[in-house]
């Protein structure tokens, strides 16, 4: 029996689904012809969810070639849908992100750096959250964001309906962590990736009759060298097959390489979670599935001979897997071998999905729809394209064919992929015309060192917020106090000692109200007491530290390697009162006027919670 739904936007899924459940209650269709019903129901508006991994480099997958690890899952996006085999993304973390957010280069959004603002997207930048909201989808983003924490910077002003995750750069701990949704401190349940990939998993059931656009970009294999115990008893002592290239195989760290590499089979668990509930639910065959890494790999390990790692111009820097699935467009087994990078998601993703994309501002990305349905492309576009890369002061071009490095050096990637030979004497008028392109875009561009000294000032009291965090990471210490650690995304202050020490945001309120503000903390028995204030400009809060949180450091128990980041502890959360914002620049003090013991207090965040 033949069920026939009219191609119209009138006709919803809901009515779909309905008409699906009827047939095959009286027995004319199978759960197996679901699929193809809804698909045909809503073809104009295909679901997309997006899946990023942390410092997983190109070579941390089996459909790699890496023989020490098996990613069944993963691999077959590649088999039932289009691998893109020479895709590029960026040397470290928030510039991939807001280049897939955007389709511009991050140096044009306003991203330099990993922290202290800089890995901010301003706030005047199209997101593709904007663009699929606006489109009618509903909107979620599941994990690390690392684009910005206060509002207007927040996920949930980008473009997204449903967040939950965190917003820095690593986070200290990744089994039942502190976490935000929405902006409300709230904590994990197990272990972080099974975690968002449940949280996923939910969000898709409550939206089985609306496109859905979900992002989900997972925490790991970035440090802390964390995962289930399962996962771990296969790597602790397996033996190690080393990379093709000599230097990367000397340079392996062997057990942070078996932790990475058991992140990434809980990686591939959890991607395989999802796509069966994708084909469970009837929705896989009309839902867009693309997955692929932020950049190069987090040490020295098997990466198919690729010259560097995470934080490297060079291949193995930014080479990442792509891989795309989507059933009723893009053939099983489909090869793009034309250089493809994180500019270009927005655009393609806005052809596949048939979204007139309109941006305020010129994209940097085009759509490559083209290649992953398997139509003919403009050959002219294809051989001129070239992609640049930025980093720390170091800068590359890669061509089809070739890569050109800011020092001169020309490598033929199509017959060199390990850059061993440079080519800039054998072919200068090659060298040149890339060296010149090269040049113009780092004219343009002016790429910031990610070691500059600027810091943007932290947005509070955004009248469309209910919650702003002023987290550790985003304070200065003085009299002594201090981070935790060198990397401050999930650190606290501690040394806070006297009345002479304090605690500071360079702050600038976005708008007017009055807001409950909530410090997280930790204290010992035999230092409470003391009075803290919290004062901006006029404005002053007093409060007493009553009660004691005397609590260990942890995280280390879970560490399957020694970690370079912050430990963490269980921070307490102490009510200090009512705070009046008013617009402006200034500075937010937190400070002792009177000290009861050895230490204050040591101090993670204020939660400022904006009052009707």
């Known amino acids: 029996m033949f069920i026939c739904i009219p191609n119209t936007s009138k006709i919803t899924r809901t009515l779909a689904a309905q008409v699906i459940a009827v047939a095959i209650a009286i027995g004319f269709a199978s759960n197996d012809s679901a699929n193809d019903i809804l698909a045909v129901a809503s073809e104009h508006h295909p679901n997309v969810v997006v899946i990023l991994t942390d410092d997983q480099g190109w070579g941390d997958l089996s459909l790699n070639g890496n ?50 603002g800089g890995e901010r997207i301003n706030a005047d930048e199209q997101t593709i959250g904007d663009v699929f909201k606006t489109a009618g989808y509903a909107t979620a983003a599941f994990g690390k964001w690392h684009s910005g924490m206060q509002y207007p910077y927040h996920p949930n002003a980008r473009g997204f309906d449903e967040y939950y995750g965190f917003c820095s750069g690593h986070w200290g701990d990744y089994f039942s962590p502190m976490l935000e949704h929405n902006g409300e401190i709230v904590t994990g349940e197990g272990f972080l990736v099974d975690d968002l990939t449940s949280h996923a998993i939910e969000f898709i059931d409550g939206h089985v009759n609306d496109p859905f656009f979900v992002y989900l970009p997972f925490n790991t294999p970035h440090a802390p060298m964390q995962v289930p115990d399962p996962f771990w008893e296969k790597f602790k002592d397996k033996p190690l097959v080393p990379d093709p290239d000599p230097k990367n195989a000397k340079a392996q760290d062997d057990n942070h390489t078996r932790a990475a590499l058991a992140m990434c089979e809980n990686i591939d668990f959890n991607v395989g979670r999802l796509l069966k509930h994708l084909d469970e639910t009837g929705l896989a065959n009309n839902t867009l599935v693309v997955f692929f890494c932020d950049n190069g790999p987090n040490g020295y390990r098997f990466n198919g001979g690729l010259r560097g790692r995470k934080g490297s111009t060079n291949e193995g820097g930014l080479r990442s897997p792509m891989l795309v699935r989507y059933p009723t467009a893009i053939k099983k087994g489909t090869k793009v071998t034309s250089i493809m990078g994180a500019i270009d998601l927005l655009p393609t993703l806005a052809e596949l999905t048939k979204i007139k994309l309109q941006s305020p501002k010129p994209l940097d990305g085009r759509s490559m729809a083209a290649g992953l349905l398997g139509q003919p492309a403009n050959d002219d576009e294809i051989d001129d394209r070239m992609i640049f890369s930025t980093w720390n002061g170091r800068h590359s071009l890669r061509s089809n064919q070739y890569r050109m490095h800011g020092d ?47 810091r943007r000032p932290i947005t509070l009291g955004h009248p469309d917020a209910q919650f702003n965090q002023m987290p550790a990471r985003d304070a200065i210490g003085h009299g002594g106090v201090v981070h935790s650690n060198k990397f401050p995304n999930c650190t606290f202050m501690k040394n806070w000692v006297g009345t002479d020490s304090s605690i500071t945001w360079d702050v600038d ?60 502890k269980d921070w307490k959360p102490m009510t200090l009162g009512t705070f009046h914002l008013k617009p402006g620049r200034g500075t937010l003090t937190l400070k002792a006027i009177e000290a009861a013991g050895g230490e204050v207090a040591e101090m993670r965040l204020l939660m400022f919670r904006k009052l009707p």
Request: charged fraction near 30%; proline fraction near 4%; charge should be negative.
């Open 67 to 116: 023989p020490n690890l098996s990613t069944p899952n993963i691999d077959s996006l590649a088999r039932d849908g289009a691998e893109v085999k020479n895709y590029y993304v960026c040397a470290v973390c928030s510039p991939t992100r807001a280049e897939l957010l955007t389709g511009r280069y991050h140096t044009r959004s306003g991203v330099y750096s990993t922290s202290s």
């Open 509 to 568: 309120i976005l708008g007017e109200g009055d807001h409950e503000v909530t410090m997280y903390y930790a204290c010992k028995n035999d230092d409470v007491g003391s009075v803290i204030e919290l004062s901006l400009g006029d404005e002053k809060l007093q409060a007493t530290i009553s009660e004691a949180n005397e609590v260990p450091l942890r995280g280390m128990e879970n560490d399957r390697d020694l970690r370079p980041e912050s430990y963490v």
């Open 408 to 454: 001169g050096s020309l490598y033929d990637i199509q017959d060199d992929r390990g850059e061993h030979v440079d080519l800039r004497n054998r072919e200068p008028e090659i060298a040149k015309q890339m060296g010149d392109v090269l040049a113009s875009y780092v004219a343009e561009l002016n790429p910031k060192n990610s070691k500059s000294k600027e």
